[in-house]
């Protein structure tokens, strides 16, 4: 069973017409992330959230918001999607593994393509 | 973010040899460490994990190795099956301090059968 979905998995937008991605996890982990990933690159932290604290990367541009309203659910907004946009968006959530250890389950993704 | 993506290197095997990824992380402060396997079009699937206070960790055919020394970890496939192709990442953390989670440059390995 998915313990994070992410939807839509693949959304098409316009340049400049703004974009939501969702999160949802059943996993009730208290720290959720997004990750930008581009083609043949590593994941990219966007910014994460412990409970409803917003941490946000210093290189990560201001078009890109998020919201938290509940434990369950995480918003990643784009404000005004540019071409280099175009990427699989990443949402993770952090628990313990069996040794006590951090372990980040991640969606399968949401993949954005920017016309 | 502590790492800079850049385009994968890439290691092709013969299945049933053994497979042998690289990865150099960046901050030498940090304290956990995990390796991901991502097949196309989905994310990123936990593999296995190591804390720094550890040099070498096994799971079911796969090792990992720390080099805390040059911040080297290596991850080890035994008898590596055709459904072991898939990129392979690194992150890095510092477990109790911080909830960042920084990839290093994944490794794109195609089994040959």
């Known amino acids: 069973d998915a313990m994070v979905i992410q939807n839509p998995r693949y959304q098409v937008t316009q340049f400049g017409k703004p974009v939501t991605l969702s999160c949802s996890q059943t996993?009730?982990?208290?720290?959720m992330y997004w990750y930008q990933q581009k083609s043949s690159q590593a994941p990219k932290l966007l910014f994460h959230?412990?409970?409803?604290?917003?941490?946000n990367e210093a290189d990560t541009p201001d078009n890109f918001q998020s919201r938290r309203p509940n434990t369950s659910f995480c918003f990643l907004d784009i404000r005004s999607p540019g071409l280099g946009d175009a990427a699989m968006y990443l949402c993770?959530?952090?628990?313990?593994?069996?040794?006590?250890?951090?372990?980040?389950?991640f969606g399968a993704g949401s993949r954005l393509t920017v016309l | 973010g502590e790492s800079v993506g850049l385009h994968l290197p890439t290691l092709s095997v013969q299945e049933g040899d053994n497979s042998i990824i690289n990865c150099a992380y960046s901050?030498?402060?940090?304290?956990?460490f995990i390796w991901y396997k991502q097949e196309s079009g989905k994310g990123p699937q936990f593999i296995i994990d190591?804390?720094?206070?550890?040099d070498k960790r096994q799971g079911q055919r796969v090792t990992v190795l720390l080099n805390k020394t040059v911040k080297h970890l290596s991850l080890q496939i035994a008898a590596t099956q055709p459904g072991d192709s898939a990129v392979y990442f690194c992150?890095?953390?510092?477990?109790?301090?911080?909830?960042?989670?920084?990839f290093g440059t994944g490794t794109s390995l195609t089994v040959i059968p």
């Open positions: 992150a890095e953390t510092l477990m109790n301090t911080g909830n960042q989670f920084y």
């Open positions: 996993l009730n982990h208290n720290v």
């Open positions: 901050n030498s402060a940090s304290d956990y």
């Open positions: 190591i804390r720094s206070n550890m």
């Open positions: 959230y412990y409970d409803k604290d917003f941490n």
């Open positions: 993770a959530t952090r628990g313990r593994g069996v040794a006590g250890a951090n372990v980040l389950t």
